[in-house]
């Protein structure tokens, strides 16, 4: 029975743990200031922007630095940011930036010198490409010359004002030695955007404040921070009780949970991720090696098209959903991105029909046995796949029940392979031990990276290195459109061809495209007066993909001396919870000890 | 041969008869028999097709009705079929890592108490690190890794909880050899083995099933348990339903439903089976009986 006060005590220890977690940020907020309070269910990784992955970081990054150029707030073209103009040379092959006159947050100039020692930093130091390698790949040189940048690539390439790297303030940056090993928690910080981050406290907040001298005039709140939650739920009742004003990435469940409250706004608009089905159609690594166990039937592209068929991607939406997303006839890219968006139309359109994918696997000779299960047409191996999910995840759970059900009704099992996200990510990306996976991206205002998850160059080095493929593919067709693409400096023209290779995806189906989520987010309109979505109207608050929203939010004056109490319920609460829990263990081992003899001699 | 088996029949009713007196017992043993006569006769009237997502045609989190008499989940299943489904899972998983719990701790007790010296201590010690390891973590842990499945859930329990069998067969391997019977079968010329299965494993028995009731008890929690945190045998158990009901918020959504039955289920069964551990070791325990439990 001795363990039984040994998980007693485990769940205090847990109690007290959750109660203290949010009681960190205690402070009162000062009065008559204006702050924003934005919940995070991931916490910052780096706040090192060489660094960082996690969306939480890069946001936080997004609202302290400047980039080359940012997606316009309405029409996600490329516009100017700390670059004020720029000029491609005849060939495409030189771009000219002209860096704006601005200044850093501790007075010194901005200057071109700047961005090209970011660049070059990323270039030249392997440490420093962890954030966004790629996005360097192409350049051949980068030079500075008073305020203009000159950026010289390897080949043409559209993309390139769309870059993703912030510039960093040389002046500080440069005395970091070891730039893999910094965590940029140096406070406060150098920035030249809106906000300059004060204070970091590991897995519990950021505070940001204000940036009185940005170029654009000073954000209208005076402060911000980023609170982290271990779970979502936590976080849902965290926006109801007013210790957050934002929280944003939810899923349906705890979107929902937030109906009712007449002071939170519910904002449920069209989303920038796609989610997929990857199929190991033959795993091979960058010298064409097979590697993994992928079940041989997915290399067959009818089979893989039968699975589309099968699917009810409105069924999926409903009710693994809630009906708060898209049911997608396109490939990866959203329609939210209009310009580069394609639908699937006429013959090549897959709908749901297990007739026609029963009718498919018969034509190619997928017999079904006895037991009502297909076998292979030269053999006797069954059609039974694996589906990998991540553990901890509900929405994939549900998506597994109903995918094993759709699966069943053409002879084909499913099975489902929870992994944790490392193993996860190991196993669907470099060692392909997966027959099925779900997954999915968040994709940006250019799709040339969400694109490139797909080239023969991402896949797995003999070696075993991951190269970041989402589907292990590589298609020659594919690979010729992509180049092209990059080359295309003719914005309509450019959307063809990447078009044309998203006809590729949908019809070859190394993935299949089920939905589109709806981008679901909370927050309280008595403490936001106003925020502006990118795009405007109908887009993302939280982890778009500019610093708009956060720059354009107007806050309500915090009341002076909000209760002080409350931030300390959860702590005490926990304490007393872990004291009962543990009172009571103890209790019971005593009295049990008492009335049987149980292990003793 | 006919003395040793009258006096075994005789022992045997006048067992039952102790454990008729045992009123709790009695309840809790009505409670378990019904609950795996159900589980065992439940494919007769359903199948697997109850906790089909697709083919769930009900409305969703519906408060209890005539058509679905404890409610729908989130996926407008019948609870009440779910419940009745899962419990096949839950008393399987129960019953089974009970067993390889108890196999484990019997030989290892057995083998601790009979045999002195190095081979004692190193058992030993080996059953006290299995002891200070947080069994619920290990447990995990070992599913984590190898992957969720029946067997591998069974597994997860069955070698976390052997040790405290161990020691309590040990602790009764070592008073029934102290006896001089045991010594009179050596001087007779019995082996390890004679004496271990033909005079101890008897003399242990009705403490080894006392102990093995309270067991399933305890893995059936721990299943349940297990399946909240989220490792299961991707089979609908009770555990698993609780998990459901709180993924997908029936306690925000008012679906008490949801949450209740399940859990009330693991609580009957826990409980019965903890009142007839408890009846059977107040039987079999003469010290207990002296003291007048």
Redesign the interface.
């Known amino acids: 029975m001795r363990k039984w006060l040994a998980r007693l005590a485990v769940l205090g220890v847990a109690l007290l743990v959750a109660g203290q977690g949010q009681a960190a940020l205690a402070q009162d907020p000062a009065a008559g200031k204006k702050i924003v309070r934005v919940g995070a269910t991931q916490a910052v990784d780096s706040m090192n922007p060489f660094q960082a992955v996690r969306l939480v970081s890069t946001s936080i990054h997004r609202w302290m630095y400047g980039f080359l150029t940012v997606p316009d707030s309405k029409t996600l073209k490329p516009s100017p940011d700390l670059a004020e103009s720029w000029t491609p040379s005849e060939d495409g092959l030189t771009w000219t930036f002209k860096i704006r006159q601005t200044k850093w947050s501790d007075g010194r100039p901005v200057t071109a010198e700047d961005a090209a020692w970011t660049f070059n930093k990323i270039m030249s130091d392997d440490a420093a490409k962890t954030a966004n390698g790629p996005a360097v790949e192409n350049f051949e040189s980068v030079t500075a010359n008073g305020q203009d940048l000159i950026i010289k690539l390897k080949a043409p390439q559209a993309s390139i004002l769309e870059n993703p790297i912030p510039i960093m303030p040389k002046h500080v940056w440069e005395k970091v030695t070891n730039i893999g090993e910094f965590s940029g928690d140096e406070y406060p910080s150098v920035t030249s955007g809106p906000y300059i981050a004060v204070e970091h406290k590991k897995d519990q907040y950021v505070k940001l404040k204000a940036n009185p001298d940005y170029w654009r005039g000073a954000p209208k709140i005076d402060e911000l921070q980023v609170v982290f939650y271990d779970n979502p739920a936590a976080s849902v009742v965290g926006l109801k009780n007013g210790e957050i004003d934002l929280i944003g990435r939810l899923n349906p469940p705890e979107f929902e949970a937030l109906k009712g409250d007449p002071n939170i706004v519910q904002w449920n608009q069209q989303g920038r991720r796609g989610a997929y089905l990857q199929i190991n159609h033959g795993a091979t690594t960058t010298d064409d090696k097979p590697v993994g166990d992928g079940h041989p039937a997915l290399k067959d592209q009818k089979v893989r098209q039968a699975l589309h068929w099968a699917i009810d991607k409105d069924k999926l939406v409903a009710e693994v959903q809630n009906g708060l997303a898209k049911p997608a006839h396109g490939s990866i890219v959203p329609p939210m991105y209009t310009d580069f968006f394609w639908e699937a139309t006429g013959d090549t359109k897959v709908t749901y029909d297990p007739a026609k994918a029963n009718q498919i696997l018969d034509d190619a000779g997928y017999k079904k046995g006895a037991d009502g299960i297909r076998t292979m047409p030269d053999g006797d191996r069954k059609l039974e796949f694996r589906f990998s999910i991540h553990t901890d995840t509900p929405i994939e759970d549900k998506l597994a029940e109903y995918l094993t059900g759709f699966f069943k009704e053409i002879g084909i099992t499913l099975t489902t392979k929870k992994l944790d996200s490392s193993k996860f990510t190991e196993e669907t990306g470099v060692t392909g031990l997966f027959d099925i996976a779900i997954s999915g991206w968040s994709v940006n205002p250019d799709p040339e990276e969400v694109l490139a998850t797909h080239l023969c160059s991402r896949r797995p080095t003999p070696a075993g290195e991951g190269g970041g493929t989402e589907s292990f593919y590589c298609d020659e067709t594919f690979e010729k459109l992509y180049q092209e693409q990059l080359k295309e400096l003719d914005r309509p023209k450019r959307a063809e061809l990447i078009k044309q290779m998203q006809e590729r995806l949908y019809t070859d189906a190394p993935v299949i495209t089920i939905y589109y989520t709806n981008d679901l987010e909370g927050y309280r309109k008595d403490r936001i007066k106003s925020i502006t979505s990118v795009p405007e109207a109908d887009g993302i608050l939280y982890g778009a993909s500019s610093f708009w929203p956060f720059y354009s939010l107007e806050a309500v004056e915090s009341a002076p001396a909000q209760a002080e109490g409350g931030s300390n319920t959860g702590l005490i609460a926990g304490v007393v919870g872990a004291v009962v829990v543990i009172g009571l263990g103890a209790f019971f081992l005593t009295r049990r000890r008492k009335s049987v003899a149980d292990d003793r001699e | 041969m006919s003395v040793a088996s009258a006096r075994r029949r005789q022992a045997l009713s006048r067992f039952w008869k102790d454990f008729g007196r045992q009123r709790t017992g009695v309840v809790g043993l009505a409670i378990l028999v019904g609950a795996a006569v159900l589980a065992v006769i439940a494919p007769l009237f359903i199948d697997e097709s109850v906790t089909?997502?697709?083919?769930a045609g009900g409305p969703?989190m519906a408060p209890p009705s005539l058509d679905y008499p404890f409610g729908t989940d989130?996926?407008g299943r019948s609870i009440l079929l779910m419940v009745w489904w899962g419990s096949r899972t839950s008393l399987l998983i129960g019953f089974l890592a009970a067993l390889v719990s108890m196999l484990i701790g019997t030989v290892l007790g057995i083998a601790a108490g009979h045999f002195r010296g190095w081979i004692s201590a190193v058992i030993l010690r080996v059953t006290d690190w299995f002891?200070v390891l947080?069994?619920?973590?290990t447990a995990l842990v070992l599913a984590?890794i190898m992957?969720?499945s029946t067997f591998t859930i069974i597994m997860a329990i069955g070698v976390t909880?052997w040790p405290?069998t161990a020691?309590?067969i040990r602790?009764q391997t070592?008073?029934v050899e102290a006896r001089p019977y045991i010594e009179r079968s050596k001087a007779l010329g019995a082996g390890h083995w004679h004496v271990t299965t033909r005079h101890v494993l008897p003399n242990v028995a009705p403490l080894l099933l006392a102990s093995t009731t309270l067991e399933v008890a305890?893995a059936i929690v721990t299943e349940s348990?297990l399946a909240f945190l989220?490792?299961s045998a991707?089979k609908t158990s009770w555990g698993t339903m609780l998990r459901?009901s709180y993924?997908?918020?029936a306690a925000?959504?008012g679906a008490w439903w949801y949450i209740l039955i399940p859990g009330l289920c693991i609580v009957a069964v826990v409980m019965a089976f903890t009142l007839c551990g408890?009846a059977l070791?107040a039987v079999l325990?003469p010290?207990?009986r002296k003291a007048g439990?």
Do not use: F, M, Q, Y
């Open positions: 089909n997502v697709v083919t969703k989130e996926s002891l947080p069994s619920l973590v984590a992957g969720g909880t405290s020691r309590l602790a070592l008073a305890s348990t989220g490792v991707n459901g993924d997908w918020g925000t959504a408890r070791e325990n010290r207990l439990a």
